[in-house]
């Protein structure tokens, strides 16, 4: 089916022709303005955008066990990456319930994007040149850094510096892995950030390194139990992932990312979840490569 597709710009412009006429014969009559939700969704044809507003859903992949940020409950998947993924369907005008949630673990998220099981993933995922030479990245939307998790009983390890030959519990797949390795810690690997609390309670690793916020929110999970110790040593830049040279969608989304900043959703997404833990911090502005 053939659709016409209007630009946004002379989209608005009628718009306002359209107030302007209803100005002048009914005063400042409230019910003149356009309802908040009811605008139209119109897409280039040809983009992933049109394509997903005309197919009313989208495919989202996130992390299924990760408190504060992506974490399945009962009534469904819950946290911040979850809400920047609602907050992005809304603009192709996909309501919450029109949203496929898929789990991503940290090494599955490339080949699900590059083989289209989702269409795109939002889960603690941190933008970097070698990803980028398999997917896309739109955002930073956040920044994180890794960190180190112990028992909350644990005084001796205080920094990286001591985690040198000691076994380190992290994820296939992650950078905290990757920076383990090169700063000498034994990394233990399993599948997924959850699966590492039992090996940190029962002595099989001294800590857990990942993200500063999937540890806070561990941590905060399971309360008197752990604590995060030092400072974030590396950069985690949080992405959305997508398929690589999608451009316009890319593009878009940082679009999206940048209104969410300006009219308080990302705010209010924050603050509803990571926020009940975590300080606010403004966000970073999208890098469009
Ligand atoms: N942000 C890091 C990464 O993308 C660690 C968190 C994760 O594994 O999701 O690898």
Do not use: H
Not at 2 to 7: A, D
Not at 13 to 31: I, K, N, P, R, V
Not at 205 to 213: F, G, K, P
């Amino acid at each position: 089916m053939k659709r016409v597709r209007l630009p946004l710009l002379a989209l608005a412009a009628a718009g306002a022709l359209a107030l302007t006429a209803c100005a002048g014969d009914s005063g400042s009559d409230e019910s003149e303005a356009p309802e908040s939700g009811s605008e139209e969704m119109m897409f280039e044809e040809g983009t992933t955008m049109a394509a997903l507003s005309d197919a009313g859903t989208i495919t989202i992949g996130t992390k299924f066990d990760q408190p504060l940020f992506g974490l399945q409950g009962p009534g469904g998947v819950e946290g911040f990456d979850v809400e920047i993924g609602k907050i992005i369907a809304g603009k192709l005008g996909i309501s919450e319930d029109n949203i496929e949630w898929v789990e991503t673990v940290s090494a599955n998220r490339e080949p699900f994007i590059e083989n289209g099981q989702v269409d795109i993933v939002i889960a603690t995922y941190t933008i970097n040149d070698e990803r980028k030479e398999v997917v896309s990245f739109a955002g930073p939307y956040y920044m994180a850094g890794q960190s180190i998790l112990v028992l909350a009983d644990n005084e001796d390890i205080m920094s990286e510096d001591d985690l040198v030959g000691q076994p380190v519990c992290s994820v296939t797949g992650s950078t905290p892995a990757a920076m383990l390795e090169e700063i000498g810690a034994e990394p233990v690997l399993t599948d997924t950030y959850s699966n590492c609390l039992e090996p940190l309670r029962n002595g099989t690793v001294v800590a857990v390194s990942t993200d500063n916020v999937i540890l806070a929110g561990l941590a905060a999970q399971n309360e008197g139990e752990f604590k995060v110790v030092g400072e974030p040593f590396t950069d985690e830049p949080y992405g959305i992932g997508l398929a690589l040279d999608d451009t316009d969608f890319r593009m878009w989304i940082n679009d999206v990312l940048e209104e969410s900043y300006a009219d308080g959703s990302y705010e209010e997404a924050w603050n509803a979840t990571a926020g009940t833990v975590l300080p606010f911090v403004e966000p970073p502005t999208p890098d469009r490569y």
